[in-house]
């Protein structure tokens, strides 16, 4: 599985960014997607997760009612729309993979995704 994030940049606060996370492999549709981020100094960290067919999402609480993750199957691709963004949303963001097909649980914790893209930075100003 190969992950390729984009669509980060640099947005004023307030401001609104879509992330991209494109996916390789024919299985993308039977498995459970994360994003997470690392600002700097400080330890990557969950911010959100879809389950295999989209119909579960968890966000972490500082995320929660700006960001929104999604999936398109058909395009192997997941999404995070962030709005209302904060300087404290400054980071690289990462999407990761939790192959275990059909999993119902979403998982938070970095070390329980299997394949992870190479991140996108997101810069916001105050």
């Known amino acids: 599985v190969q992950l390729q994030a984009s669509g980060g940049g640099l947005v004023q606060a307030g401001g609104s960014l879509r992330l991209s996370c494109a996916a390789s492999?024919?299985?993308?549709?039977?498995?459970?997607m994360g994003w997470f981020r690392q600002a700097p100094g400080k330890e990557r960290e969950f911010v959100a997760a879809?389950?295999?067919?989209?119909?579960?999402?968890l966000y972490a609480d500082s995320v929660k009612g700006r960001f929104t993750i999604s999936r398109d199957n058909a395009e192997n691709t997941v999404y995070l729309q962030m709005n209302s963004l904060k300087p404290e949303d400054t980071a690289v963001y990462y999407c990761?993979?939790?192959?275990?097909?059909?999993?119902?649980?979403?998982?938070?914790?970095?070390?329980?995704?299997?394949?992870w893209g190479q991140g996108t930075l997101v810069t916001v100003s105050s």
């Open positions: 990761a993979a939790d192959l275990r097909k059909y999993s119902s649980r979403l998982k938070t914790r970095k070390d329980e995704y299997d394949y």
């Open positions: 879809t389950s295999w067919n989209g119909d579960s999402t």
């Open positions: 492999g024919r299985t993308f549709s039977s498995y459970a």
